[in-house]
């Protein structure tokens, strides 16, 4: 399902690069994060924003933000006005809350006593309305109803150190660490570094990925003496685009200053004794693009083993395997592979439909989804068909996609769900129809295949969607080292467990 | 590829709508052709238009033109202005030639001494170079570079008949087409109806659907007595986008009316004795929708065989097989049922990429293609892989699609084209690169495999393709009637074997 | 008043440049071309074109078109596309008839038998209906309503003479002159040369000038030598906004040839035996900007006399003259040396209110007129007013504005108009609301001083205006040559008189 | 002379409107915000905003701003969503400081922990430094340049006072003014009421306006049972275009708090003793709309006084008076009256030339200024002009305006200057050239009249200039009553002066 339909979406994505070596670079670093986000574009469309410095002492920051998607928000010209950055970060967003739009936009960029920072963050603090509380208390007006302004004004507050010639910002950082426990993944840019911060859980994911010359793009030995720049990113998907390649995940309360001199762990803060990480599950199950890669393992292959895993769970007695195009593909092709059916394609796309403007109450609006889709009516008449699809939100897009594969000779269809029902609401993150909306929380979902007119319908287990994606995991840490000791990932909209106790 | 990669594209798509029974039409006839449009957007995305007659005596037509996408050229209040037609014909194309752009915008409506007819074309003609001094000799000054104009102008300037109360239209239809054998799909409106005409030699399609109410859509015996409208699309797949069932082509060298009273055949031109229809091989190869039908036939279900054929004519002995997605799928999946070797995906794309501003010069712009797709290393890591394309036109795409492969671990990377190289230019209707800049007429062609870093690369022959398109059509004629007595295609491109002798 | 108030307006604006000497030219044509339109917005506002000829054989057109003010029509980027013009025509319009709105953009550009052409019109032929028709039985379509298409046409269908090298093209413009009288100030631009024509009644104006260096631009005596090109415009105003000197008129019935080697007068097409000349006489009241030169006379000047002579035809006993700022100040300020009479500002204009949107039936929009006003109450209150418009057109916008004054103290006032009242449609190019809109037609005329709330109203006579405007061309003609020989203009509107016989 | 041409200009301009009597109003109160904001569309052009309140308890605010014009910026949909307000502030900008454009638009709304606050400013403080540090000392990171940010976050960090149920923000506003003499003219938005706020030394403008109902809107003994909204505004020139009377002005130091239930003086903060009121004295010079009431006198009859005051100061033997269009021409009669010389139009002006893109380097950059005039010479050639103008700055425009009227036949031109030499930076709140680039510190004002091409120059004096202002007000005040008993203005640009110390 696409996210507009689902109504489930990933709230941001982040992204920084520092130029590597003698400054002004040669390396165009505004197009550097500018290709970057596009890479990241699926983790939100509303609006866009990149912040360069220069890196000098005083540093001139530079600053464009505008809202649809970065190819839209960032016109040749507002291109130009940032090319003679050193360093920058920037942001790409899915909604807002709040009352002003283009003012939500982040990266978000304050004067101190200390000089200038700007902030990017991807997640969503769960202790932000005592926060604000508090510092609004301190005396401080919120402008917007952004975490991120909060995060910045927070990092500024911290009783200030006039007797230091320069700010302890990695103190600040740590502090901030202490107050709000989960869910962030930061981007924090001063003068002439960024530091990249994930939270102690780990919910949202941060890589750090090298920038090499093209030409030795693909030599293996590459060493770090080639280095043209570093990048931090959401997801590695967007290294490739640029030139990258993955160096590592920045791990979970670890804070990394990058530099034009590298790349440096500062400090790991831990969670609280007995406490696992807590990396979002549904990143792999759904907000991630399929070649991007978590704790070593390459989401594609994630999806993939869900599909078998399903295809163990929830056998079918159909002809054919098929998809609802595009997001669930990998996993159809693991039930595929695991049942032994043929995999054949049933729908295709007709990727233009999306933007035209329909008239209200009309018999196009009736059509629905079927607008969107093209049926490929040879491929399956007369035939039963097991149809895999990712997740089911809110159950009003399937049933349609069900309706005209009947009536285009469909002689039956199942439907299998690689990931089990979502019943409950995400408060790191994560924007989930509310529990009302949610079709598994509704009546209809006790004979959830007659409401939606399938055959049969059957989900994933919580058990065999964490056992496909903790498999690869631990087969990495047999061959590497101790960075990720622990494993863990929250399921709470899955379960209602969630990593941190809820203090709203 | 992508049309824009291969530099190979298709020119037009044309589709009209008549509302059936009393006018006005409870029907929306604007939105109707809008989605009609939207649907055949990949055969043009360079600018858009529609006009609606109200098929009165005199008619009242509106139109509206704009560059772009079909959703970007029709903003709400354009529609609304368009509200008030019962019927339409609308255009949208791929590339101008001419000096004002959107003046080359069809359809194109002008005020006869018989009153205002509007016309939109897909096809070029092969004589239009003779037709314009023809016309201009009779004392017409030619308003744009288009044939659009130009047949309209032709049909204006047939001998006036005035001593006739109504012109008689079809007569100078037919007197059009005995002076210009192909290559043209045409939509003539005139007050309340739509002629619908297609060259003798069946160049490019055509094909008529019917709307029914949306609860009977599926309903088997939907008779014509439920019949809302009548539409008429270059490719069938814009059929369901709006609630249209498929009803038949129109043939070579045929003339259809279509009013509110239905469809009628008028009259069918004949070929030359001893020609063969020649419709476009390459519609089934590469332009068409894989949902449309032409010849009785899925598009995708060719696109299947061809690969199928592929396997047979040129095997491999890899470990999986691939494609460059999206459009080659079909010839993958195919090659692999017909090889027995797994069907496997090695790269993802990011579709927001394309329309990023690059500066030109950097480092970022000789990443090339490798910025438009994410590559999922783990599937084909070790391995040695076969991947389908669908077609080679210059060869630069190809080329480092292979690298990334490579460095990203594969062992071998073998090429299979599931189509002829394309060696010749063509003339009716589809933009191809001159012939210096195919990859099928340079030297590097003699060792392509070396040129384009591949392990082996090889094409499917003109009889595999051949074949394979027409076996589907046999098997169909079987069972229907006499309306494909003959069967034949255009291989021109391929071939250099032009259907009419070409008069340039 | 504003156009937009009082409901008549202009219909065009034509220029014209060609570089004199050596081309490729140093000349940025395409600059002044766009400057020159700029000053001659006040003629349309509606949309823009310019299309630029690099003069070759044959020659390349580049043209650009767009909707509303110049400054929106021509982005830099378009502006650029038009650079290696070295000649070129263009046109500026205030209202579309038709069916398609960037279509009845001019310049209307054709490829004939003999090569592109591209014409643009000011004015409106009064047999336009008859001439269709006629160029319709002849077997052309129209693509649009506008006159231009239809010159253009006719000069195409001239019978052909392809017996000759080069077509004949002096003979078609002198053929389409007798085909039709008036009205048109016409460019025709065919390769290298303008043909600048005016209708034998020389109802549209048409003046030539010679840009100068900037340096010599006041030299008194810079001859012929120092041209760096030749400019043809609708209104002398264009000439100083890009260092232009005042050249001469083109004569009623006049063909002038402008090229690289210079100005060129070919032909002067007679009137009928007993016919005068027609110039439309409210390019002196209304339309023109006062800084024109027409028949030798300063458009101010002759505003100016119009209030001195109401002064003498209907004085007034109050305390003070003023005007509705700003196009009746020059009558104002005549009225007020006449009458020896204080010159006072009474309201003062807020330009920027014209375009905000209102939303319909609220208080505001019952303030109507008020808005666009501030009103300057110290210098009126307790005060009689005399307050002088250029014209009175439809009655709804000087009622507001009297109240308004009334209600800021003024103790009486009253309106006298620089203009008879306007009883007739313009056939010839000027758009005036129908007959029953018109104030002087309404049973209210009557008593108009009550109808809009003034003390007294009284309008100039017909023969008042009619020798303000000739008073100054007498004087003229007494000190130059045969140029002027006869003079005459049209008052049709005033009077019901038309120049020539009306083919309707 | 234009603002952009004279590089001097009004930093901004606010307005507000609470509607009176029962909520939710009748009054279209985000319509009489866009309408009286465009009447201070000459305060500023860059970007305006408008933020609404619906009053309740806990109040909805509704918020929009946009770069460009107010029609630019506040399309249709803009205006529907603020609608449902019964309250609201807005403003209009001249130029922004810092970093991100669209950010610097105020108003500036934030939540604090008594609620959510908007804040409008027109001034500049003179402090803003040391505040800016004071905020950021506090640990508050500020996200703009603007001072409206840092007056929020000031009202903001007063201590807070938690025992209260209500937060005094009457004391945090008397607490603002202790910290900041001048220069600003606030609007405090707080759910319900509007605090309008005027500096000690009154040196920025500010107005209260009564709207009643439009069929009242004239009858003098409209009362206050009448009233149906409460408008305040930068200048009392908008009253008109919403249909508002002229109430008071804000006093210097005044706190008003205007609410649904009236207008009520809370509080007037005291100079130090001996210091006078220090208003601009260029709001009558040069900034306010002609129509504008400042101290009970209209700015127009001030301009007037100035210009007879120069006639007396500074005779010429011409024979005639005349104005650079348009600011200039109240000074111009007035020195015409005084000097019974006539006053005669010398130049009209191109309003369209302002916006037109023109290519660097060419010989139309050269003509400069005069695009943008129109010369009317038959009514100056062979006559001694003088010309008036408001003030001369930078001294580049009025030269080619000289040389402009030279070569079109002036035999003489003289300049006079309606206000004193212009040589000191304003830190108040007036963006003025650097004191290099002012013509009066420039060595070439020693010979001013032969720098620019005059035949003699001379400026009003200081003692002139503020008699002239001045004398209007001591007339009223004979009238009225306390509130204007001390009188004084800022003269600080033209004698270096300052109101308060400067702190930079």
């Known amino acids: 399902m696409e996210f ?3 109504g489930i979406g990933e709230e941001c994505g982040v992204f920084g690069c520092v130029a590597a070596g003698e400054w002004p670079t040669q390396l165009e670093v505004a197009q550097v994060l500018t290709l970057g986000l ?17 890196g000098a002492s005083p540093p001139t920051y530079t600053s464009h933000k505008g809202m649809g998607l970065v190819s839209t928000a960032f016109a040749p ?5 940032l090319r003679y950055g050193n360093l920058g970060i920037c942001h790409t967003r899915y909604s807002t809350t709040g009352f002003s739009e283009l003012q939500n936009c982040q990266p978000f960029v304050v004067d101190t006593l200390h000089g200038r920072i700007a902030v990017a963050h991807n997640g969503e603090l769960v202790n932000s309305r005592a926060l604000r509380k508090k510092v609004m208390r301190h005396g401080v007006g919120l402008s917007t109803g952004s975490d991120s302004e909060l995060i910045t004004q927070l ?26 426990p989960t869910s962030y993944s930061l981007l924090i840019m001063f003068k002439d570094v960024i530091y990249a911060v994930r939270d102690p859980y780990g919910n949202r994911p941060l890589s750090i990925g090298r920038l090499v010359p093209i030409s030795r793009l693909h030599s293996p030995g590459a060493g770090e003496e080639d280095t043209e720049g570093w ?36 400090s790991v803060i831990p ?104 049926v490929l009516t040879d491929n399956f008449a007369g035939k039963r068909v097991v149809l895999i699809d990712d997740s089911i939100v809110r159950g009003n897009t399937i049933s349609p996609i069900i309706k005209l594969l009947r009536e285009a000779g469909a002689t039956e269809v199942h439907i299998r769900v ?46 065999g969607l964490v056992s496909a994606v903790q498999e690869g995991i631990s087969s990495f840490q047999k061959e590497n080292v101790s960075s990720y000791k622990e494993v863990g990932h929250c399921t709470a909209c899955l379960t209602g467990k969630y990593p941190v106790e809820l203090e709203w």
């Open 4 to 6: 507009e339909e689902s």
């Open 77 to 81: 010209e507002a291109l130009l006005q």
């Open 38 to 54: 596009v890479a990241l574009q699926h983790r939100g469309q509303e609006s866009a924003g990149i912040v360069t410095s220069n």
């Open 418 to 463: 690689a990931s089990p029902p979502i019943k409950f609401p995400c408060y790191m993150g994560i924007n989930i129809p509310t529990k009302e909306e949610l079709i598994a929380n509704k009546p209809e979902f006790k004979d959830i295949a007659g409401y939606i007119g399938a055959d049969s319908v059957e989900y994933l287990t919580v058990e």
């Open 155 to 180: 990092l500024a507050l911290t009783p200030p150190m006039e007797e230091l010639d320069t700010p302890d910002w990695v103190a600040r950082i740590k502090n901030l660490m202490t107050e709000t």
């Open 271 to 374: 969670r609280p004794e007995g406490d696992l990480p807590a990396f979002c599950i549904f990143e792999y199950v759904y907000f991630a693009r399929p070649d991007s890669i978590f704790e070593g393992q390459m989401v594609y292959t994630v999806r993939q083993r869900c599909g078998r895993q399903l295809a163990i769970e929830a056998p079918t007695d159909v002809d054919l395997v098929s998809t609802v195009p595009e997001s669930a593909t990998p996993a159809a092709l693991g039930y595929a592979q695991q049942s032994g059916l043929p995999y054949t394609e049933v729908l295709c796309k007709n990727r233009y439909v999306g933007r035209t403007f329909i008239q209200p109450n009309t018999r196009l609006r009736q059509l629905g989804v079927a607008k969107k889709f093209g």
């Open 231 to 266: 990048v931090v990113s959401s997801e590695s998907c967007s290294f490739q685009s640029i030139g990258a390649k993955y160096y590592r995940e920045v791990l979970p309360g670890e804070i990394v200053q990058i530099s034009r001199f590298g790349v440096k762990s500062l």
